[in-house]
T-cell receptor, first 115, second 117 residues
């Protein structure tokens, strides 16, 4: 059973470009979380999605950031018109939901570097 | 809003010795979950140990154990018989009781643990 798969592992963008980060949850998991880790910081919650629904986006910046988890395919975190401050590691985690407690599995993250 | 504080940015320990990493948190809730995650250089977040607030007994997983002091809102991690492979960033995390299935975590800033041979 493959774990949470994130790609790309490293992504370099110039200011103003778009960044698309992909996350394939573990098989059987229908709940996806995105976190951002700035340098020297802990992970900060961004958004929680279930298939085709955004459940909690309280941690998402109001502009330029969006997320989706379609019925088919991976979850996508999209950052438009990237700025240097967006440089960070972005982690995806998945769970089967329904109060699964510790059954939250993390991917290895995508390191976004904005030049 | 809940907050998690790790007051030790860095710690070091000799191989085979014991080290304790500190974590305090702030919450007005009475029921919640606490976690310690390990992040090695590979960046993979690995769950080390989990504690439910309603349980008085401290959680233990092999060489890892916690000292959970609910009244003091303290949740320290003790690593016994430290091994070179324990070297990593360690993050303390808090989770509210499940609301709508949400597993949203609040993380501290982490403690970098170095294990000296």
């Amino acid at each position: 059973n493959a774990g949470v798969m994130q790609n790309p592992r490293h992504l370099v963008r110039r200011r103003g470009q778009e960044a698309r980060l992909r996350c394939s949850p573990m098989k059987g998991h229908s709940h996806v979380y995105w976190y951002r880790q700035l340098p020297e910081e802990g992970l900060k919650f961004m958004v929680y999605l279930q298939k085709e629904n955004i459940i909690d986006e309280s941690g998402m910046p109001k502009e330029r950031f969006s997320a989706e988890f379609p019925k088919e395919g991976p979850s996508i975190l999209r950052i438009q018109q990237v700025v240097r401050g967006d440089s960070a590691a972005y982690f995806c985690a998945s769970s089967p939901g329904l109060g699964s407690g510790e059954k939250l599995f993390f991917g290895s993250g995508t390191q976004l570097s904005v030049l | 809003a809940q907050t998690v504080t790790q007051s030790q940015p860095e710690m070091s320990v000799q191989e085979a010795e014991t080290v304790t990493l500190s974590c305090t948190y702030d919450t007005s809730e009475s029921d919640y979950y606490l976690f310690w995650y390990k992040q090695p250089p590979s960046r993979q977040m690995i769950l080390v140990i989990r504690q439910e607030a309603y349980k008085q007994q401290n959680a233990t997983e092999n060489r890892f154990s916690v000292n959970f002091q609910k009244a003091a809102k303290s949740f320290s991690l003790k690593i016994s018989d430290s091994q070179l492979g324990d070297a990593a960033m360690y993050f303390c995390a808090y989770r509210s009781p499940t609301q709508g299935g949400s597993e949203k975590l609040v993380f501290g800033k982490g403690t970098k643990l170095t294990v000296n041979p």
